[in-house]
């Protein structure tokens, strides 16, 4: 898959309705979740951002870390949280998407993907379009878009109760068929 830089991700991601200003950093994640990643992450970092990656943040004055972001993702009103975080254990380097979706007083933790270190790799947010046909009324849902590196662009939707890959990120209205997480 042809790779897109930062900046025509970023423009292209400006015509679809997205929500990306919020002020977020690893200081802001409710206690419920870095309790749960240290628990279960031992060592986990906030994934660092390539420069490039934040001077694109900073030129379009999108104010959260690359890495970390919030939405109401499965659509029961609550606010849920995306983090991508790093490992550098001996055998376990690996960088993960992790949601973290509100239950409670707690969260569910449900991970989408995971690959090899790259700080290049940054998560966005967009709202699909809604469906408005009599059969299938749809409200517009927020997806998940993990957006750079070497393995491309994917994007995430909760639907049915579990997150499914509604295929890339940039240019797709998420139609086609999905794997399953």
Known sequence: MRQLGLA????????VTFSANEAISEHSLPLAIHSQLDQEY???KIAPASKEVQAEFRKHHINRDPSLMTGEFDQDGEQDYVIQITRTQPEQEEQSVLVFLKRGEGFEEVPLESRAINPSVYL???????TNTPDAPRPPKERIMVLGGELGQSTYEFDNG?????GPAIG?????????Y
Request: glycine share 10%; net charge positive; proline share 9%.
């Open 162 to 166: 579990k997150f499914r890959d509604v």
């Open 8 to 15: 025509a991700c970023l423009v292209l991601t400006s015509s």
């Open 124 to 130: 966005w947010k967009m709202k699909n379009r809604p």
């Open 172 to 180: 797709s209205r998420g139609d086609s068929p999905g794997e399953d």
């Open 42 to 44: 031992p060592g986990w």
